[in-house]
Each structure stands twice: as structure tokens, then as C-alpha cells.
């Protein structure tokens, strides 16, 4: 079975620069994570997603930052104007209901410069 | 959520079980243990997790004390490709709330 599926894998852009990160969640799952992680803050939640309806977004760094879900098996985080403090690995997750463990994809490596 | 307590970093033989210990003495009577592991530059992978008897799968083991306050993730023939860092996260079952990860415990497998 496909896991959970993002893309891009690596992505270097400029300051300023807006950037989209894509993720096709396990078919079938209901919720949706973004997590962030950097050497300083670790893991950390950014926005989770169930039946494609945002339920908390309270990780969510500033508005520069935007997240949707249009549908079942696919979402975005988008962030417009990028900044450097903005590199980071971001992982998507999902996970059948609030019982089942979550399933991570591979993560997309953002460098800002 | 409960907090969560490892040591930072361990070292196993290859071929020899490694067994990661976990505290998490605040734990309320519904949530549960959940350990993940990260291999480097990969997302988080799900192991196992357990309310209060112990579980096994095709991964590992998971030994829960009695009391709940502390368990342990066993890897009974570790591999150089189980070197990883690995999180023992609480959290309640019902609950769609986000896993809190730690800082984990740094594995190393040595030949």
C-alpha cells in the first residue's frame, strides 16, 4: 500500500519566495497532520486536518503561513513571503481516525535563503 | 498528555535485543504509550503502542510496568538499520490531539 506521499522531496528558494508543499495522505484516512521540525524546536504541530475540515490550527507560526485541504487526498501548506527562520523539514501525517496511530510521509527539506 | 522521560542516547550490539526505557509517571488512566522511531533524514514510524498489558508485533515489544508510570520498548535482535532515534509519547486513544514528541532516545547499533 502507498504511505503517505509529499512532494517536493528537497526545496531551496528565496526570501520572499512563496512556497507551496504538497501531501497526499494514506486513502481512506480521515485526519491530516503538518508538523515541522527543526534542530531547535523538534516536532512540533503545526495544523491538523479531519474530513478535510481545519480543527486546529494553533501551530501555525504567523500568517504567513496557510494550510488546505480541497479534498480527501490531497493538501497544502503554503507559505507567502518566506523567510529564512522558515527552514525546516515539514512532515504530512495521517491516520484512519483518533484511535489509530499517525503514518508520516518522508518530509520535504525547505531551505530559505 | 503526560510528559515523558528517556535517556538521550544508547548503544547496542547488533544481534543483542535493545530495550529503551521510558517514565511517564503522570499518566492518567486513558492514555496510552506509543512509541515511534526516526531513521535519519525519514519521517517517524510508528512501532507500537499499548494501554497497560504488554503488546508485540512483528517490530518490537512493549512491556508496561503494573503501576503505568514507566515502560519499556524492546527490539529483540537489533540491526544496524534499527539505529534511529526513538520517542515513547503519551497519549489519550479518543483523543485527535497531536503527538508531542520529545527529544527521544538516540539508538546506535554497533557491528
Known amino acids: 500500500d502507498a504511505g503517505v506521499i509529499q512532494s517536493p522531496r528537497h526545496e531551496v528558494t528565496e526570501m520572499g519566495q512563496e512556497v507551496t508543499l504538497r501531501c497526499k495522505p494514506i486513502?481512506?484516512?480521515?485526519?491530516l497532520f503538518w508538523y515541522r521540525q527543526t534542530m531547535m524546536r523538534g516536532l512540533e504541530l503545526l495544523i491538523y486536518f479531519n474530513n478535510n475540515v481545519p480543527i486546529d490550527d494553533s501551530g501555525m507560526p504567523e500568517d504567513r503561513f496557510s494550510a488546505k485541504m480541497p479534498n480527501a487526498s490531497f493538501s497544502t501548506l503554503k507559505i507567502q513571503p518566506s523567510e529564512p527562520r522558515d527552514s525546516a523539514v515539514y512532515f504530512c501525517a495521517s491516520s484512519p481516525d483518533s484511535y489509530q496511530p499517525q503514518h508520516f510521509g518522508d518530509g520535504t527539506r525547505l531551505s530559505i535563503l | 498528555d503526560a510528559k515523558t522521560t528517556q535517556p538521550p542516547s544508547m548503544d547496542c550490539a547488533e544481534g543483542r535485543a535493545a530495550n529503551l526505557p521510558c517514565n511517564h509517571s503522570t499518566i492518567s488512566g486513558n492514555e496510552y504509550v506509543y512509541w515511534y522511531r526516526q531513521i535519519h533524514s525519514q519521517g517517524p514510524q510508528y512501532i507500537i503502542h499499548?494501554?497497560?498489558n504488554n503488546e508485540t508485533n512483528e517490530m518490537a515489544s512493549l512491556i508496561i510496568t503494573e503501576d503505568r508510570k514507566s515502560s519499556t520498548l524492546i527490539l529483540p535482535h537489533a540491526t544496524l538499520r534499527d539505529t534511529a532515534v526513538y520517542y515513547c509519547i503519551v497519549k489519550s486513544s479518543g483523543s485527535a490531539r497531536q503527538l508531542t514528541f520529545g527529544s527521544g532516545t538516540q539508538l546506535t547499533v554497533l557491528p
Open positions: 486513502s481512506g484516512h480521515d485526519y
Open positions: 499499548g494501554l497497560k
